[in-house]
């Protein structure tokens, strides 16, 4: 195959179309669950410490408390795709095919990343999606930090329809979540991701000034203070409840490169004109962070 160059007006629309899309598409719901880690290479050792223990009084000497150390390995996995256009196409004009063309790409990697995470949340299993810091499935009934001060073990696992006394429940579960301290972790669960089976009640859950389901207009204690959002990863009747206020988040992106246009090259033996080809690619992957904030309703 020939491999001729590309005009350069070309390159500069491609560029700059792929890197609008991708603007464009920076507000996808994956950055409510997902925090964005820059990775410094291919693979890299995240670590962090445990919780301050709380205050104790002063007295006549100093009472030392150990933090402990969590760690996690991640990695990156290289993603492409290859947009090709007619050269009959771009010849008769800057017809205007090139930059909607050129910006699907980018709209593709974003929509690729937005559904992997949100399949990895919807997973929560070790064996398809990695396990979390502490070894054990995302969702699991016997969460534990290895050499904390608390190590009873917790549960962010359940199995319950979505409706309002089994959202209280999977709450004030998900508001019980102790620190490796034993102290209450105190994150605010205000996000509920659903499936497109359970809008409905998820808007009446978090919008509803009353219980929907009960007929003597029993106030809603949820309405204004949880949001939802409706993903079409999530299994038809898994609900999901996380801490979207938290700097921190369940999900973790890696990102090693962003979303780029790696080359261009020209073919003249194709048909129309002959094919211009742009392949562009990225290197990122998702894992799971803290597993006390997300608490999974049903699976």
């Known amino acids: 195959m020939a491999i001729l160059s590309v005009p350069n007006h070309m390159v500069v629309g491609a560029r700059t179309g792929f890197l ?33 223990p709380m205050p104790v009084e002063d007295v006549a000497r100093s009472q030392v408390q150990t933090l402990i150390e969590k760690s996690m390995d991640l990695s990156v996995k290289a993603w ?70 608390y190590t009873t073990s917790q549960d962010n696992e359940q199995t319950l329809a979505l409706t309002p006394d089994n959202f209280e429940t999977v709450l004030v579960a998900a508001n019980a979540f102790k620190d490796d301290q034993g102290e209450s972790s105190d994150y605010s669960y205000n996000l509920l ?35 939802y959002q409706v993903s079409n990863q999530l299994d038809s009747t898994a609900w999901i409840l996380t801490a979207e206020s938290e700097a921190t988040k369940p999900i973790i992106v890696a990102m090693l490169e962003m979303p780029h246009m790696m080359a261009e090259w020209y073919d003249p033996k194709q048909p129309n004109g002959g094919i211009f080809y742009f392949k562009f690619r990225a290197r990122y992957d998702v894992f799971y962070g803290d597993w006390r904030l997300a608490i999974q309703g049903n699976t």
């Not at 017809?95 to 949100?118: D, I, W």
């Not at 497109?196 to 204004?224: F, H, L, V």
Request: charged residues 25%; negative net charge.
């Open 20 to 52: 609008s899309a991708v603007r464009e598409n920076s507000g996808l719901p994956y950055n409510r669950v997902a925090m964005v880690v820059d990775m410094q290479g291919r693979t890299q050792k995240l670590v962090d410490i445990g919780e301050a």
């Open 193 to 227: 991701t659903v499936p497109s089976a359970y809008k409905r009640i998820a808007a009446q859950i978090c919008g509803n000034p009353n219980i929907y389901n009960t007929g003597d207009n029993e106030t809603n204690p949820w309405a204004g203070d949880i949001n």
């Open 80 to 149: 492409e795709t290859t947009v090709a256009i007619d050269g009959d196409d771009v010849k008769d004009d800057q017809t205007g095919q090139l930059l909607p063309k050129v910006k699907s790409a980018g709209n593709r990697f974003m929509r690729h990343l937005n559904q992997l995470v949100y399949k990895t949340l919807n997973g929560g299993d070790g064996t398809t999606y990695g396990s979390c810091y502490d070894s054990q499935d995302f969702f699991d009934s016997d969460h534990s930090d290895e050499g904390a001060k």
